[in-house]
């Protein structure tokens, strides 16, 4: 499977920016598709999940009432609705699939490029 993303840019503290992860390839109801950002400097971490099938979602406790993550099975797309953004949360910010829901980043198997963030102060 092959992922893109896409949707970075710069913003204002405060304000909201859309991520998107195109795939193609095999995505089935089992996997499991996830955010992940890197913040320079600083180790990859979880940012939110969803369950392809059935659409469960994770997420991690700083980004909770703030970010949504979504998914569009016919467009085989992921999102990520950022809102209130803060200054801290400038990172780049990749997508994956794994087999199973886990905040472990060797967990994911398959990763896109990722996208750059940047939240101005």
């Known amino acids: 499977v092959q992922l893109q993303a896409s949707g970075g840019g710069l913003v204002q503290a405060g304000g909201s920016l859309r991520l998107s992860c195109a795939a193609s390839?095999?995505?089935?109801?089992?996997?499991?598709m996830a955010w992940f950002r890197q913040a320079p400097g600083k180790e990859r971490e979880f940012v939110a999940a969803?369950?392809?099938?059935?659409?469960?979602?994770y997420y991690t406790d700083s980004v909770k009432g703030r970010f949504t993550i979504s998914r569009d099975s016919a467009k085989r797309t992921m999102y990520l609705q950022m809102n209130s953004l803060k200054p801290e949360e400038t990172a780049v910010y990749s997508c994956?699939?794994?087999?199973?829901?886990?905040?472990?980043?060797?967990?994911?198997?398959?990763w896109g490029q990722g996208t750059l963030v940047t939240v101005s102060s």
């Open positions: 994956a699939r794994g087999n199973s829901y886990s905040t472990r980043a060797a967990e994911y198997g398959y």
């Open positions: 390839g095999n995505i089935f109801s089992s996997h499991v």
């Open positions: 969803i369950r392809w099938g059935g659409a469960r979602t």
